[in-house]
């Protein structure tokens, strides 16, 4: 079982509609959640974060986690073309003093004028 | 503040020949990371360093060595390049867990 999986995608979501994006991953002891947006050919880049159960909200886009059923999500409100990419969700995780961070392979959403 | 940096934007190398990718930040930060990124298999950790003194091995260390500088540089080398190391290179910077990445270096070994 892969650490922290997503679905590949693409999805594809009608502009001004909400993108939903899940993640699940494996180790219970994860301790803070992130989601990373990926432009093509682009780096990573970090848009949200999520340490404790519930959601969060900046702007439109909203991350929820659910610790007992390990899932975190991202929603992307009034999603925007400019929304297009691919949205990495990453875990943390101590491990001997170090917090390792593991990425899933990241889902791609296309956004349609 | 340029943030992190990395040369070169994109190497070609033979199948046996070295390279070294040079990574930067100037953001103060203690930890610094080297990943690849392949299609289908996500941000992968080669290796990363804690703290400027340290380094260690993360998920995919084999055929990579680096060097932590001092508290700005972290450099990956490649003693004898091989067509399986084709990928695109990140290296990111992080206090203490928001990670923020380099622009990547485009290799390719052929």
């Known amino acids: 079982q892969k650490e922290v999986e997503q679905n590949s995608g693409p999805l594809s979501v009608p502009e001004g509609a909400i993108a939903s994006l899940n993640c699940t991953y494996s180790?219970?002891?994860?301790?803070?959640f992130f989601w990373y947006r990926q432009y093509s050919g682009k780096s990573p880049e970090l848009i949200m974060s999520i340490y404790s159960n519930g959601d969060k909200e900046d702007g439109r886009f909203t991350a929820q986690l659910n610790k007992a059923s390990q899932y975190v999500s991202l929603l992307i409100r009034d999603s925007q073309p400019s929304d297009s990419a691919t949205y990495l969700c990453?875990?943390?995780?101590?491990?001997?003093?170090?917090?390792?961070?593991?990425f899933g392979t990241g889902t791609k959403l296309q956004v349609i004028p | 503040n340029a943030g992190v940096t990395q040369t070169p934007k994109f190497q070609v190398l033979k199948t046996g020949q070295s390279m070294t990718l040079q990574c930067a930040q100037d953001m103060n930060h203690n930890s610094m990371y080297w990943y690849r990124q392949d299609p289908g298999m996500g941000l992968r950790l080669i290796y990363y360093?804690?703290?400027?003194?340290?380094?260690d091995k993360g998920e995919v260390p084999n055929g990579y060595n680096v060097s932590r500088l001092n508290k700005r540089e972290f450099s990956l080398r490649l003693e004898s390049a091989a067509p399986s190391q084709t990928s695109v290179y990140f290296c990111?910077?992080?206090?203490?867990?928001?990670?923020?990445f380099g622009p990547g270096t485009r290799l390719t070994v052929t």
């Open positions: 990111a910077s992080s206090e203490p867990v928001h990670l923020y």
């Open positions: 360093s804690a703290s400027e003194g340290t380094t």
């Open positions: 990453a875990v943390t995780l101590n491990s001997g003093g170090y917090q390792k961070v593991t």
């Open positions: 180790d219970r002891g994860s301790q803070s």
